[in-house]
């Protein structure tokens, strides 16, 4: 079956430092792949995507490759702010029609002044 | 203005009574979604609602009933709650069935005790 696996947190670092959020994937057939992020007090919202192989998603200073190679979409940020500390999900969808994202588990990050 | 809101934001329950969750987004997308969050923070699809029909029922007991009234709607009613229901659950809603862009709420967390 479908499934995402993103390391365990938390992740705890400081303000400027860089960020790598591993995400790896197992799916039958070609997957987009999502990066979602929750603020505290708030619903997930998208944060970027791929739908190709070697495609670069990035947004807000975050990006993330689509390898698939490596069958990976790890999320990095060169220098993070304290305002990046959420709780980062790596998913994807296979297939047409009705929408069926696949999360993993999510990685709580915090960022210290 | 939030986009997808949910209510209850908590919701603390005694084993075997009824309680019920209710979504509503003013988007106008046409599809909406409830996900489960479980204890080891892995999201996953229940139902999923196109144009107040059922399209995604995924392995879910019965005791758990989605109802769309209108398209800006969806409801979760949960009967002859468990210890095992307690969890996040999360409205989320997109543009169309297939559309890869979710909108969630910000959860709901249910505690069966």
């Known amino acids: 079956g479908n499934s995402v696996t993103q390391m365990e947190g938390p992740v705890t670092l400081s303000e400027e430092a860089f960020l790598t959020i591993n995400c790896t994937y197992t799916?039958?057939?070609?997957?987009?792949l999502f990066w979602y992020v929750q603020y505290p007090g708030e619903g997930l919202q998208l944060l970027l995507k791929?739908?190709?192989?070697?495609d670069k998603g990035s947004n807000k200073g975050f990006e993330a490759t689509y390898r698939k190679e490596t069958t990976s979409f790890h999320l990095e940020k060169g220098s993070v702010q304290v305002s990046d500390s959420a709780v980062y999900f790596c998913?994807?969808?296979?297939?047409?029609?009705?929408?069926?994202?696949?999360f993993g588990q999510g990685t709580r990050l915090t960022i210290n002044p | 203005d939030t986009a997808v809101s949910q209510t209850p934001k908590y919701l603390v329950t005694q084993m075997g009574n009824d309680k019920s969750i209710k979504c509503e987004q003013n988007l106008g997308h046409d599809t909406m979604y409830w996900y489960k969050q479980d204890s080891k923070k892995f999201l996953k699809i229940m139902f999923s609602y196109n144009n107040k029909e059922l399209i995604i029922n995924e392995t879910v007991p019965n005791r758990f009933s989605p109802k769309s009234p209108d398209k800006a709607h969806l409801n979760l009613h949960i009967n002859s709650l468990e210890l095992g229901d307690s969890a996040v659950y999360f409205c989320?809603?997109?543009?169309?069935?297939?559309?890869?862009?979710?909108?969630f709420g910000s959860g709901t967390q249910l505690s069966v005790l």
């Open positions: 791929a739908t190709k192989a070697d």
């Open positions: 998913a994807l969808s296979v297939g047409q029609g009705a929408q069926k994202l696949v």
């Open positions: 799916a039958t057939g070609y997957p987009s």
């Open positions: 989320a809603s997109s543009l169309t069935a297939g559309g890869e862009k979710l909108f």
